[in-house]
C-alpha cells in the first residue's frame, strides 16, 4: 500500500489567523492606578460559542478600559457565510465592533489600531478613533442599509428588525 503524500497548504487557514489573533491582543496594553498602585492591564481573547445561536464571531476581544471588539477569523481570502454577517450586523446595531480577518496582516492593522487608542490616551474611546477601527479593511459590510435609509426610518417611526437587518415600523406598546 503507497501512501500520498501529504500537500502543504498554500493559503493560511483559519486555526492559524485566530491563533496568531490570540498572541497579538495580548499585546495591547495600557497603566492604570488602583489603590495607590500603577498597573499594566492588558487584552485577552475568549473563544465564543453560543448554544442557542449559530454563526458568531469566532472571538471576543476584550480591550483595557472595557472596550470589547468581536472578531471573525477566516481563512486567507474567504469571506463571511450570509449568516455571518447577519450574526455580525446584529451585534452592530447593539453598538459593538465586529470585524473579520483572513490573515496575519488584517489582524497586525486592528493591532495597531487598538494600540494607537491607548498610545493617545483615549481613556473612553469615542470620536475618530472609533470611526477608524469601524474602517478597518476586511470589516464585514453592512448589505443594503446606509445612514439616510437609517435616520429616515427613525423620522418615520421605524425600527431595525435585527434578523433581517431592515427597518420595520414600530409596533405601538399595549395600552
Do not use: W
Not at 442557542?52 to 472578531?71: A, H, Q
Amino acid at each position: 500500500m503507497k501512501l500520498k503524500p501529504i500537500k502543504k497548504r498554500s493559503k493560511t487557514s483559519e486555526k492559524v489567523v485566530e491563533a496568531y489573533l490570540v498572541k497579538q491582543v495580548k499585546t495591547v496594553s495600557c497603566t492604570a492606578q488602583f489603590d495607590n498602585e500603577i498597573v499594566v492591564l492588558t487584552g485577552t481573547s475568549y473563544k465564543f460559542t453560543s448554544p442557542m445561536r449559530r454563526s458568531v464571531p469566532d472571538r471576543i476581544c476584550l480591550f483595557p478600559k472595557g472596550l470589547v471588539v468581536y472578531v471573525e477569523c477566516k481563512s486567507l481570502g474567504e469571506k463571511p457565510t450570509d449568516a455571518q454577517v447577519r450574526e455580525a450586523n446584529r451585534l452592530r446595531a447593539l453598538g459593538f465592533l465586529v470585524i473579520s480577518v483572513d490573515s496575519k496582516k488584517q489582524v497586525d492593522n486592528f493591532i495597531n489600531s487598538m494600540k494607537q487608542l491607548y498610545v493617545a490616551g483615549d481613556s473612553n474611546h469615542e470620536g475618530n478613533e472609533i470611526q477608524k477601527l469601524r474602517s478597518i479593511k476586511g470589516e464585514v459590510p453592512v448589505p443594503g442599509i446606509n445612514k439616510e435609509e437609517r435616520e429616515l426610518g427613525k423620522e418615520n417611526g421605524q425600527t431595525m428588525d435585527l434578523s433581517t437587518g431592515k427597518d420595520v415600523p414600530r409596533s405601538k406598546p399595549a395600552e
